[in-house]
């Protein structure tokens, strides 16, 4: 199956797609650390490369996919574009996707994530507040069935949460009686 992540920057999706990753076990796709790595290697930040960053996620997602292994995305997710290339990418390999966001509820508490965290990927600048809540107001509306996860919930329980529903998501339909 495809886990497409969603949520605002320190929002705290990594760290669910991580420990979701390790149990199922799964690798974790991250579009950050991709786009880091085109600017080291010379992109111009003016480039699109957030886009590249997603295509190139994709084309690594479908390669594990290939090898009938299922796998995780971590990536903002904001808009139905975005949305609709992990639903086109799983329907190619006739796979289910999952698409489980992650919100944290108290903006004091976001904006303390977003302000001391350091996530080591070497080139990556780290988003302003200021982009984080231009990126909130952008948001598009969901139109996909998905599981919403508050990082204020202990880890433990939106991983038992999240576990619960990439697992439901995996059984085949029942035929109607």
């Given at each position: 199956?495809?886990?497409a992540?969603?949520?605002?920057?320190?929002?705290?999706?990594?760290?669910?797609?991580?420990?979701?990753?390790?149990?199922?076990?799964?690798?974790?796709?991250?579009?950050?650390?991709?786009?880091?790595?085109?600017?080291?290697?010379?992109?111009?930040?003016?480039?699109?490369?957030?886009?590249?960053?997603?295509?190139?996620?994709?084309?690594?997602?479908?390669?594990?996919?290939?090898?009938?292994?299922?796998?995780?995305?971590?990536?903002?997710?904001?808009?139905?574009?975005?949305?609709?290339?992990?639903?086109?990418?799983?329907?190619?390999?006739?796979?289910?996707?999952?698409?489980?966001?992650?919100?944290?509820?108290?903006?004091?508490?976001?904006?303390?994530?977003?302000?001391?965290?350091?996530?080591?990927?070497?080139?990556?600048e780290?988003?302003?507040?200021?982009?984080?809540?231009?990126?909130?107001?952008?948001?598009?509306?969901?139109?996909?069935?998905?599981?919403?996860?508050?990082?204020?919930?202990?880890p433990?329980?939106?991983?038992?949460?999240?576990?619960?529903?990439?697992?439901?998501?995996?059984?085949?339909?029942?035929?109607?009686?």
């Amino acid at each position: 199956m495809l886990i497409a992540m969603a949520g605002l920057p320190a929002a705290g999706k990594s760290s669910v797609a991580e420990a979701l990753g390790r149990v199922l076990p799964a690798p974790v796709v991250s579009v950050d650390p991709v786009e880091a790595a085109m600017w080291r290697a010379g992109v111009e930040h003016g480039q699109p490369t957030g886009l590249a960053a997603y295509l190139v996620a994709e084309a690594v997602a479908d390669g594990v996919l290939a090898l009938g292994q299922s796998v995780i995305v971590d990536a903002v997710n904001a808009v139905e574009a975005a949305r609709r290339q992990w639903r086109t990418l799983a329907g190619r390999h006739g796979v289910p996707v999952v698409f489980l966001e992650v919100v944290c509820s108290d903006p004091a508490v976001h904006r303390r994530r977003l302000e001391g965290r350091s996530r080591d990927i070497p080139g990556f600048e780290e988003p302003t507040w200021e982009a984080v809540e231009e990126a909130r107001a952008a948001f598009e509306p969901w139109t996909d069935r998905r599981l919403v996860l508050d990082a204020l919930a202990d880890p433990a329980s939106n991983l038992a949460e999240a576990w619960a529903y990439v697992a439901a998501a995996a059984q085949p339909p029942r035929p109607a009686p």
